[in-house]
Each structure stands twice: as structure tokens, then as C-alpha cells.
């Protein structure tokens, strides 16, 4: 149990794009979801704190308007990477923590990561 | 100053060494401590969550003193198959902060035969 999908695993695109990255709990519901970034060589970095059914909360020098979150659904979480430029190349991470079936409170548990390159 | 520093390494130990890492945390109201692993363009997994009385899993022992604001985490017999980044994590339980994990950097292990 408790098994975090993302999609696409990896995604390569042009400057000045838009790239959409899901997140889904498999098997549990997730009332929070949080995005990570993480570069090469470099700790994960939190980026948003995602409640579903409310807007997410940024962490302070990430601009909500590039990264936009959503969280409609107890399963379901997207980044959108707006307009992305080759500095937005990165590990994405994301991660979910639910309250139903037995699972540990506040145990976060992580999807398998979307690689983003930026030509 | 960042909520957890690691020294990054590289560790390069051979097949059956005991290597230990460090980690120390700057917030005194970190309540719960992790040591994660996580292999090279993959997802971090939770390796061992770390108490107050010292614990062990097989071959992984975590130690954690509040006072000093430390973690460590020891690694015996090691294997070709222990090769990984491990991250030291922390995580606040209360107010605005709550659930939220604290990673730091990482420490790059590899073991040669």
C-alpha cells in the first residue's frame, strides 16, 4: 500500500513551454501532497504544500504563478511549469500524506520523480 | 543557516567496512528524525526512522541526541548494494510547519569491492 505515481517520468521540451506533472496516490487518499525540486548534487528542496480543495501554499522564492498547483481531487495533484526556460531544469518530486488505512499520520511517502530538461 | 547540515562526502569504503555519517539539526523543535536513502535519479525511500534511545535494523544503527542536536547513523558489514546518497531529515509536528520534512544535502556513499 500507500504507492505515489508521477507522470511523466521524464519530459524534455523547449524554452518558453508549458509542461503539466501529475501526481497521484495509488491506493490511499492523500489530504496534503508536496512538490519538491531537487538539482543535481543538491538536498530536495520544498516547493508547495498542497491541501486538497485549497490553493497551495508557496514556499518563500517560489513564484506561484510560474509553478501552478492543483490538488482538486483527494488522489490527484499537478505542477504546471509555465513558460519553462533551461533554469527550470530539475528533479520534481513529488509527495503524499493521508489518513486512511491504517497509515502512519504524517508519513510522507514519494513518487518516483519527473526529470525536466530545458533546451 | 540551513535547518540541516550533512557533510556531503564522498565516503568510498570497501566491501565489509563500518562507516558512519553525521548530521546536525539547527531547530530545537524538530520532533521527528529520518534517514532516508536515495539512489542516483531516483525517489528518496525511508531507510530508518531515529529515536531518542538509539535503534538498529540489521546492519543500519541511528542514534539521536537532542542536546547536542545530532544524528548519526552507522552502517556495518557493508555491501556493493549500500552504494547511495543518505539523507538526514527532519520534521517539525506543530504549528504552520506541521508534516513539513527537513532534508539535508546528503552524503554520497560508495562501497568498492
Known amino acids: 500500500g500507500a504507492v505515489v505515481s508521477q507522470h511523466p517520468s521524464r519530459v524534455i521540451c523547449k524554452s518558453g513551454t508549458s509542461v503539466k506533472i501529475e501526481c497521484r496516490s495509488l491506493?490511499?487518499?492523500?489530504?496534503?501532497m508536496f512538490w519538491y525540486r531537487q538539482f543535481p548534487k543538491q538536498s530536495l528542496m520544498l516547493m508547495a504544500t498542497s491541501n486538497e480543495g485549497s490553493k497551495a501554499t508557496y514556499e518563500q522564492g517560489v513564484e506561484k504563478d510560474k509553478f501552478l498547483i492543483n490538488h482538486a481531487s483527494l488522489t490527484l495533484s499537478t505542477l504546471t511549469v509555465t513558460s519553462a526556460h533551461p533554469e527550470d531544469s530539475s528533479f520534481y518530486i513529488c509527495s503524499a500524506r493521508g489518513l486512511a488505512g491504517g497509515l502512519p499520520y504524517n508519513e510522507q511517502f514519494f513518487g518516483p520523480g519527473t526529470r525536466l530538461t530545458v533546451l | 543557516r540551513k535547518e540541516v547540515e550533512q557533510d556531503p562526502g564522498p565516503f568510498n569504503v570497501p566491501e565489509g567496512a563500518t562507516v558512519a555519517f553525521n548530521c546536525t539539526y539547527s531547530?530545537?523543535?524538530?520532533?521527528?528524525f529520518f534517514w532516508y536513502r536515495q539512489d542516483c535519479r531516483k525517489e528518496p525511500k525511508l531507510l530508518m526512522s531515529?529515536?531518542?534511545s538509539g535503534n538498529e535494523d540489521g546492519r543500519f544503527t541511528a542514534q539521536l541526541n537532542r542536546a547536542s542536536q545530532y544524528i548519526s547513523l552507522l552502517i556495518r558489514d557493508s555491501k556493493l548494494s549500500d552504494s547511495a546518497t543518505y539523507l538526514c531529515v527532519v520534521r517539525l509536528d506543530r504549528g504552520s510547519t506541521l508534516g513539513r520534512l527537513y532534508f539535508g544535502r546528503g552524503t554520497q556513499l560508495t562501497v568498492w569491492p
Open positions: 531515529v529515536y531518542s
Open positions: 491506493d490511499f487518499q492523500a489530504t496534503t
Open positions: 531547530n530545537s523543535a524538530s520532533q521527528s
